[in-house]
């Protein structure tokens, strides 16, 4: 008696929405797509947002934060936070300005020397903040929620409660113009390349991600957590000593010791509306600039419509829930 032929398993069926390369990729566009209608919005709703001068504006105001939270996009990926760019950004400005006043200089320093002096103040804190993390194991919101005080602190203290002007003239760092477009925006997308090469093509790159995905798995790897995070930390911290010459230079050689207070929260929602994940191992450069100018459309449009300020922080504040409750809901589904 000839046996029966059981019937096949029906073959599963995967929804567009259910595939994981569906979903990175809807992720990724997400931002973009967003960037794109309110560019639409407020081009119809003002006349001025379309305009050149306009564009430069952003382009110099925005690339402070820009360069803050590429190093944030660093940090983010490997699964740790910063807390304390706001205040490091206050201390490496007045910091620069008060050491090249200083009568224990020559006169005649360049500006570029001021500019050194701001990166390395910068490094010089993001190394701190490693070294608390990485080697004593502390939280990195708590540790750097406490790098965050003792650096405003020392600057108010260096500063003496007022605005420290420089002598030296570092004005064309922030409003010079080469080959028709802004200097910062050419140290931007210096930085920009540089940073996403890093994280695509180097050992150290594949490090960062390794650790903020699975920090256990990256030591049974042989991957050294602690000079990733050291690594991780200190570029950060000099990214952000870079982005306060330009804010030094933006404000007439002027350093303000109350400055950068609203840069951790725009670094973080960047690195988050970008695509990044606060539970790390995810982000992009790309991603992170998108981000950025997401919340630099937002904030200028509004002005241009002149929406009051504190609008604008009830609107970054709700884009950071969303993008962090959908990463959630898109973890969750996988």
Do not use: H
């Not at 029966?4 to 994981?20: E, G, I, K, R």
């Amino acid at each position: 008696m000839a046996a029966t032929a059981s019937p096949s398993p029906p073959t599963p069926t995967v929804s567009a929405a259910s595939n994981p390369q569906f979903a990175t990729l809807a992720r990724r566009l997400l931002p973009l797509a967003g960037l794109v209608l309110l560019s639409i919005y407020f081009s119809l709703r003002s006349p001025e947002f379309l305009k050149v001068d306009n564009g430069f504006n952003i382009a110099r105001q925005q690339s402070i934060i820009i360069l803050i939270a590429f190093g944030a996009t660093l940090v983010i990926i490997a699964g740790q936070i910063d807390l304390s760019v706001g205040s490091v950004a206050a201390f490496s400005g007045v910091a620069a300005a008060w050491l090249m006043n200083s009568q224990y200089w020559p006169a005649s320093l360049p500006p570029g020397f001021g500019i050194l002096i701001g990166v390395l103040c910068g490094a010089a804190w993001g190394a701190l903040n490693a070294f608390l993390v990485g080697w004593l194991r502390l939280p990195s919101f708590v540790a750097t929620l406490g790098t965050m005080g003792m650096a405003r602190g020392l600057t108010y203290i260096v500063a003496g409660g007022q605005t420290v002007d420089m002598k030296a003239n570092l004005r064309p760092l922030a409003e010079g113009i080469w080959l028709g477009l802004p200097v910062p925006l050419w140290i931007v997308v210096a930085c920009a390349v540089l940073l996403w090469w890093v994280l695509r093509c180097t050992v150290i790159g594949r490090a960062i991600y390794a650790v903020g995905g699975n920090a256990q798995a990256a030591r049974f790897a042989g991957i050294e957590e602690r000079k990733t995070l050291l690594f991780v930390y200190t570029v950060a911290g000099a990214l952000t000593g870079l982005a306060a010459m330009i804010e030094v230079a933006r404000l007439s050689n002027s350093a303000q010791p109350n400055t950068g207070e609203t840069y951790p929260l725009d670094a973080i929602a960047a690195v988050v509306i970008g695509g990044g994940s606060l539970l790390g191992g995810e982000g992009s450069i790309a991603g992170t600039i998108i981000g950025a100018l997401v919340i630099a459309v937002l904030r200028n449009g509004l002005n241009l419509l002149q929406r009051d300020a504190f609008e604008q922080m009830v609107l970054i504040g709700a884009l950071i829930i969303a993008a962090v409750a959908l990463d959630q809901w898109r973890r969750a589904r996988n």
